[in-house]
Nanobody
Framework: VQLVESGGGLVQAGGSLRLSCVVS????????GSWYRQAPGKQRELVAA???????NYADSVKGRFAISMDSAKNTVYLQMDSLKPEDTDVYYC?????????WGQGTQVTVSS
């Protein structure tokens, strides 16, 4: 199973980015898709998660600004990030749970300038 993330980059405060995570390999279905972020020297933290039934969970710091979605037909997890703030600057990692096995992407840098 491989996870390939894209969509990171440099954006001004107030701007938007959309992260994508394409999952490939011997997959029947993704049970849970999540996005985490991590700054240097800090613990990785959960940003948003989505289950196959559609239920979602968000960190308080991103509620109302970020939206996670999953396209099961494309085995892709998305993170729409709006109203970005400088404090959202981090490396963002995709995580999926497939048959109780956990997989991580390589990370994509998001930088928000003030």
């Amino acid at each position: 199973v491989q996870l390939v993330e894209s969509g990171g980059g440099l954006v001004q405060a107030g701007g938007s980015l959309r992260l994508s995570c394409v999952v490939s390999g011997s997959i029947f279905s993704i049970n849970t898709g999540s996005w985490y972020r991590q700054a240097p020297g800090k613990q990785r933290e959960l940003v948003a998660a989505i289950a196959t039934g559609g239920s979602t969970n968000y960190a308080d710091s991103v509620k109302g600004r970020f939206a996670i979605s999953m396209d099961s037909a494309k085995n892709t997890v998305y993170l729409q990030m709006d109203s970005l703030k400088p404090e959202d600057t981090d490396v963002y990692y995709c995580n999926v749970l497939i048959y109780d096995l956990e997989y991580w992407g390589q990370g994509t840098q998001v930088t928000v300038s003030s």
